[in-house]
């Protein structure tokens, strides 16, 4: 089983900067899965009823379009990262036993979670310059 090992003060030991590299080269693989998804939530939204009736009014429905097609993106990428979760991490030893291991070995199915989820909040902290602004 491949693992990172770490300090016990919760700083990682890297030999290279490899692991930076690919955190740096997610960015833009998750940035074309947004794209793909806001098309796809598009291509579903046009489609429905809700729609229909904004048709009328074409400013709402392009407001309406933006919030549902960044709404289909994060439904997608959670969904999938519950996934992946459920499907391999839960299985792991570390969750039944916690303290067997940890803090010194993290296996690398969940350092990968790790780097893909801090790779999306990253982009989703860039892309608030352009995302509809929303109430809440």
């Given amino acids: 089983m491949l693992t990172h090992s770490f300090k016990h003060g919760g700083e990682p030991v890297f030999q290279n900067a490899a692991d930076y590299l690919i955190l740096l ?3 833009p693989i998750i940035a074309l ?3 793909a998804c806001e098309r796809t939530g598009a291509k ?6 809700a729609a229909q009736k904004l048709a009328k009014n ?16 994060k439904c997608a990428y959670y969904s999938c990262s519950a996934l992946y979760g459920i499907l391999f991490i839960s299985w ?5 036993n916690p303290f067997d ?6 296996p ?15 982009w989703m902290t860039i892309c608030l310059v352009w995302d509809v602004r929303k109430k809440d």
Avoid: C, D, H, Q
């Fill in 25 to 27: 080269l997610l960015i």
């Fill in 33 to 35: 899965a947004r794209s």
């Fill in 44 to 49: 579903i939204f046009i489609s429905s009823e």
């Fill in 58 to 73: 074409k400013g709402s429905l392009r407001l309406t379009l933006r919030k549902f097609e960044e709404s289909f993106w």
């Fill in 92 to 96: 792991e030893p570390f969750v039944r």
């Fill in 101 to 106: 291991r940890y803090p010194n070995e993290i």
């Fill in 108 to 122: 690398s199915k969940v350092y990968w979670f790790y780097m893909v989820s801090m790779a999306f909040y990253i």
